[in-house]
């Protein structure tokens, strides 16, 4: 297969965590026989220091002649720390997921056996856990008109939903989870907001034609205290865009580090893959950034594209990496490697690709070298 991958390395640790990423699928390639065509762009605070725009418009022209989109992180402490900047990085990633009609956000959340005990949850409480969270992606508060008083002393945002944003996205998780263990569970505030009337008005009616999958209703306070108390109950997550923002950053803390989740976003003509962790401004240059959100969100571009094959190989040697506790300082502080060392262990383990390890150097492991001969 061919693919045109355009690259938004953007802010902070983006570009080293997108270039082990891009290490990974040029392994896929390789073993696999595919082509892949990257092609690098500026988005976010860098975008803006070079050109005053977080989005140029040949960013965006890139990505709507690409075949999918690999983003990095946005975000920089200079527009963090002024509420003041018109012009800020987000704008940036909110403006390209409406222009490619990125509506459906993925993120995946595993508890890796590997990993149980990174997490401040109970082993007893994550093992097993599994569960997939469909977040709607350009509705709600975060596009809604806004409103700043001319004295700056009130201000407003407004959540707006319309009958045709909410099925489109409850079509393609009633689908998701028809493919796993047939539950929906929808996440709103429907005592309290309108928009959340309609969501559940809306989701049950879509519901009709998936008798199959099972249905059931939180609160998001509730959920939020569920995913803590008993995430094991959770299969497919369906939710509006700032709940979805919330609820799937709380879910990181499952398998032990932000550094782990990937997510994908598409829409009916293009898509994009991100690890879900933000520009970590503070480990910039520093070799310690964890690339797996990265990596794993390039198996989720596979997955995109029907390379399943493709997209398990790479999952099995990011389970290899934990399993040889080959991470950064984030899972293991006293034996950590380097960002680029997790991104080279991953993908020679996808060029081995031997499953009865003999390309293994057991003795190197022990000591923090190559695993490989």
Request: aromatic letters at 8%.
């Amino acid at each position: 297969m061919k693919l045109k991958i355009a690259l938004l390395t953007g802010d902070g640790i983006g570009p080293e965590v997108i270039s082990q990423a891009v290490k990974v699928l040029k392994a896929i390639a390789d073993v696999f026989d595919h082509r892949f065509e990257f092609k690098a762009a500026l988005v976010g605070a860098i975008a803006i220091e070079k050109t005053g725009n977080p989005l140029p418009d040949a960013t965006l022209a890139l990505c709507k002649e690409s075949d999918a989109v690999l983003f990095g992180a946005i975000g920089d402490p200079k527009y963090d720390t002024d509420p003041d900047a018109k012009v800020r990085p987000e704008q940036g990633l909110l403006k390209l997921r409406k222009e490619l009609g990125l509506y459906a956000n993925l993120r995946p959340i595993q508890a890796f056996d590997t990993l149980l005990d990174k997490s401040p949850l109970k082993r007893e409480i994550i093992e097993g856990v599994d569960m997939l969270i469909y977040r709607e992606l350009t509705g709600g508060i975060y596009f809604g008109e806004k409103y700043l008083s001319k004295d700056g002393t009130v201000a407003s945002d407004l959540c707006e939903y319309s009958q045709m944003e909410i099925e489109r996205i409850a079509h393609l998780a009633f689908k998701s989870a028809q493919g796993r263990r047939n539950k929906l569970t929808l996440v709103d505030k429907a005592n309290v907001l309108e928009t959340s009337r309609l969501w559940r008005r809306v989701v049950t009616n879509v519901a009709k034609d998936y008798p199959g999958v099972a249905l059931d209703f939180l609160f998001v306070d509730n959920a939020a205290m569920q995913m803590i108390l008993n995430p094991r109950q959770f299969d497919v997550i369906l939710t509006e865009n700032l709940f979805g923002d919330i609820i799937s950053d709380e879910g990181s803390v499952i398998g032990g580090s932000i550094g782990l989740l990937p997510s994908a976003s598409v829409g009916d003509q293009h898509a994009l893959f991100e690890p879900i962790h933000g520009s970590y401004p503070q480990a910039k240059g520093r070799d310690i950034a964890n690339p797996i959100a990265a990596i794993l969100s390039a198996a989720m571009l596979l997955d995109h594209f029907g390379l399943k094959t493709e997209a398990e190989a790479v999952r099995k040697a990011v389970s290899r990496a934990l399993e040889y506790n080959i991470v950064t300082p984030d899972l293991n502080v006293i034996r950590n490697f380097g960002t680029d060392h997790v991104g080279d262990t991953i993908a020679n383990t996808i060029l081995a690709n031997d499953e009865s390890n003999n390309y293994m150097n057991h003795e190197n492991i022990n000591i923090g070298k190559s695993i490989f001969f």
